[in-house]
């Protein structure tokens, strides 16, 4: 992908444990939710399967429902990036991987790699936004949390919108997705504050109209 600013307007996470309100089997939930996203109009998919009631534990059937989100992501034309699980990203080929600041440093994911994967790192502090903003091998960062969220039980400080318009006054040019309690009612106070798009796990998982929040997240309302 040439342009990465692109593909973050609105940028869906999901993993099987996100859909558990949903009354088929884990997969099938979470290729429901996804397809309508894709349908709606999302510019990216992250396939995050992570913590309780996720598919974790079970590396066959999480690799097989990752290549069904792969192959729906790519009749729709949107990049598929994996969170954190290198082996299998990099086994299956994803378009991409995001790691944090605790998980596999982007050296070690590009010296395994055969390809070259985008490279999502997620930021929590100005320091660490200043420290990585001119690597080549980092395509965006993910900025957050912005507020406060029930989808991540271990996550950094929030850290407000004034962080993204720091980041952005400190001349952090690399492209931005904000993450972190967005929804349908704050995404252009994100938007607004120098974040080229949004991340969001609930709003688009938990929508009881996924088309509608998906043109509200974009703001093409
Ligand atoms: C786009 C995006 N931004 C940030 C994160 C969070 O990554 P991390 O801090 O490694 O936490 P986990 O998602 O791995 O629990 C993200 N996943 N995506
Ligand atoms: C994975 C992650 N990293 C920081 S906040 C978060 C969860 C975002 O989920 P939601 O959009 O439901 O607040
Ligand atoms: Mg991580």
Redesign the pocket.
């Known amino acids: 992908m040439n342009n990465i600013r692109s593909m973050l307007p609105v940028?869906f996470?999901a993993g099987t444990q996100d859909c558990r309100h949903l009354t088929g089997s884990p997969a099938e939930n979470l290729l429901n939710i996804l397809q309508r996203a894709l349908k709606a109009g999302i510019t990216c998919f992250?396939f995050?399967e992570?913590g309780t009631n996720s598919l974790a534990q079970d590396p066959p059937l999480k690799r097989r429902l990752a290549r069904q989100c792969q192959q729906l992501c790519r009749q729709f034309n949107v990049p598929f990036i994996i969170?954190?699980d290198i082996e299998l990203a990099l086994s299956i080929q994803a378009d991409g991987i995001?790691?944090?600041?605790?998980?596999t440093p982007v050296e070690s994911i590009l010296a395994r790699a055969a390809y070259k994967p985008i490279i999502?790192l997620?930021i929590?502090t100005l320091e660490q936004a200043v420290a990585n903003k001119d690597r080549p091998d980092i395509d965006y960062f993910?900025?957050?949390p912005i507020f406060a969220t029930q989808s991540?039980a271990?996550?950094?400080p929030i850290v407000g919108l004034e962080c993204i318009r720091q980041v952005r006054r400190l001349s952090v040019t690399k492209p931005c997705?904000a993450?972190g309690g967005i929804n349908e009612m704050n995404a252009s106070d994100v938007r607004d504050s120098g974040a080229d798009g949004v991340?969001v796990i609930s709003a688009i998982s938990q929508s009881a109209d996924i088309a509608r929040t998906v043109r509200a997240l974009a703001l093409q309302r």
């Open positions: 940028y996470i992250q995050r992570k969170n954190d995001h790691v944090g600041q605790k998980d999502g997620s929590n993910g900025i957050g991540k271990d996550h950094a997705v993450i991340a």
